[in-house]
């Protein structure tokens, strides 16, 4: 089939990579003149495992293209991805000014029958707002061309991204037109194997499960940081606990991790957004604003036990920090909690020497030059100097270090590890003063 993606960021790429992975004939369009340049080059602006790979094959086929001509990607495909960003609004509400200009785009070049699809996170609404925008620009034209809105939410998470893609738990598809759902079920059957995984509804119901899925996900989170908050006053260790209630199959294991506080580009904004348009209908979240809350606190929480062991005052102090990204597996600083705590730091009087696999450019482009702050060549490197170690992502490489070359060269054997990596046991023994989240069990 022939498909277009508006949008080449995180999910338009992986969008389009997958689909043209299965045949499709894809066309990836981008106002961002720098990422298509990237990306005709062979190289991909982000960090994602496999997608290099994916991209790659596609290009080599003749089935993937990049570019920023509006016109001829709109005639392009008959099936029309929006994947454009919905940043945070001043008031917390999603800003729709990608995806209506995206939506105008295709209104103005269109020629034949077309398939609109909102893939980006967008609240309830919002297809009927593509659908008029469409229309207008076929107005203002003069044209009359049949064309139809389709919601098909994206559910992947960053550092699993193709695997997410390609093997997805569900694919949910919004419409109001037989024609248009026809098409979705062909071009996504090679992805749902049976056809239970498509889930046909309605548009707004459609639009609403993507931001119920993602506000289900971080008050698990949320929930999980405030009882470790707990756990460590009563002497109880959340790891334990987790596993305790995670293996009721009503609760699940999974998402049950304490941590620094959960960050990246969806659990933030999409949490803030549902609170917003729930206070537009006249509905207060009490649940979910409360797991923002929590979260907040959370980001400082790290924080918070570098102060209860080296006082308020930092100055003069050094902190080794290993992990910038807001999860491993990806190079996406957007809201990582590592951003407050180096801040927060920094502010106190430290200086921080940070370590990432791979999140070192990104990390500079989001911290700039900030007086403090150190970017280190490796993990090891951190460690020079520092009075204690901050784990803020959990990278395999960080899961089995070398613990007795950590003790050696930090001025004082503390590891304070905001991801629960290791066994409280095994610290004790090696003589490491260890403070994770939630473990209070002596
Ligand atoms: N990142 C994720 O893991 C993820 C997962 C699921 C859903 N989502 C949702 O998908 C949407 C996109 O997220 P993202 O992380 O890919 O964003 P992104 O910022 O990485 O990419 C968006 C891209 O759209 C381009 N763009 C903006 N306006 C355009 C226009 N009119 N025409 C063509 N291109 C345009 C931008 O230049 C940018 O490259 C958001 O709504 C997000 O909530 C993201
Ligand atoms: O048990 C856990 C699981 C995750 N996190 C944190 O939660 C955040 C989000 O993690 P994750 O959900 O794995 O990454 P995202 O790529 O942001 O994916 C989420 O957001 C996407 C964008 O909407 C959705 O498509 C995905 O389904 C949804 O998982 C990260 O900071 C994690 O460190 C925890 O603290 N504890």
């Known amino acids: 089939m022939k498909v277009t993606v508006i949008g080449s960021g995180y999910v338009g790429l992986v969008t389009g990579a997958c689909l043209s992975d299965m045949g499709n004939d894809v066309v990836c369009l981008d106002v961002d003149a720098r990422k298509i340049g990237l990306l005709q080059d062979g190289k991909i602006p982000i960090y994602e495992p496999g997608l290099q790979e994916v991209v790659r094959r596609n290009v080599e086929a003749g089935r993937l293209h990049f570019t920023t001509d509006v016109p001829a990607a709109v005639q392009h495909g008959t099936l029309q991805f929006i994947g454009v960003g919905t940043p945070p609004d001043e008031d917390g509400s999603a800003d729709l000014q990608y995806v209506i200009a995206a939506a105008r785009s295709i209104g103005r070049h269109m020629t034949d029958y077309k398939v609109v699809i909102d893939k980006s996170t967008v609240p309830v609404g919002t297809a009927a707002k593509v659908k008029a925008a469409v229309a207008e620009e076929l107005a203002a034209r003069g044209q009359s061309v049949d064309f139809a809105v389709v919601s098909n939410p994206e559910f992947l998470k960053e550092g699993a991204a193709v695997e997410d893609f390609m093997r997805p738990d569900r694919v949910v598809v919004g419409a109001d037109d037989e024609r248009a759902v026809l098409l979705m079920r062909a071009l996504y059957a090679p992805f749902t194997r049976n056809r239970d995984r498509l889930l046909v509804m309605d548009l707004a119901s459609a ?196 613990f007795e070359q950590i003790k050696a060269t930090l001025r004082q054997p503390v590891i304070i590890d905001g991801r629960n990596l290791y066994d409280p046991g095994l610290m004790a023994s090696l003589g490491i003063e260890y403070v994770g989240i939630g473990r209070g069990a002596r």
């Open 207 to 402: 639009e609403f499960t993507k931001y119920a899925a993602n506000a289900m996900l971080a008050t698990r989170i949320s929930f999980m940081n405030e009882l470790a908050l707990l756990a460590e006053r009563v002497g109880a260790d959340i790891e334990l606990v987790r596993r305790g209630i995670g293996s009721d199959p009503r609760i699940g294991t999974q998402f049950l991790y304490a941590g620094a506080g959960y960050g990246g580009s969806c659990f933030p904004k999409d949490v803030k957004a549902l609170v917003r348009a729930a206070q537009d209908n006249g509905i207060t979240l009490q649940v979910l604003t409360a797991v923002e809350e929590a979260n907040e606190r959370q980001k400082k929480v790290l924080v918070d036990k570098v102060v209860r062991r080296f006082g308020e005052d930092l100055t003069g102090r050094q902190f080794a920090l290993w992990g910038l990204a807001f999860k491993p597996d990806t190079d996406d600083m957007r809201e990582a909690p590592s951003r407050v705590i180096v801040e927060e730091l920094i502010r106190r009087g430290a200086d921080v020497a940070a370590f990432d696999p791979v999140a070192m450019h990104e990390a500079r482009r989001s911290f700039g030059d900030l007086p403090g702050l150190r970017f280190v060549a490796d993990q090891a490197a951190a460690l020079q100097g520092s009075d204690a170690l901050l784990i803020v992502t959990e990278w395999r490489q960080f899961k089995s270090p070398d």
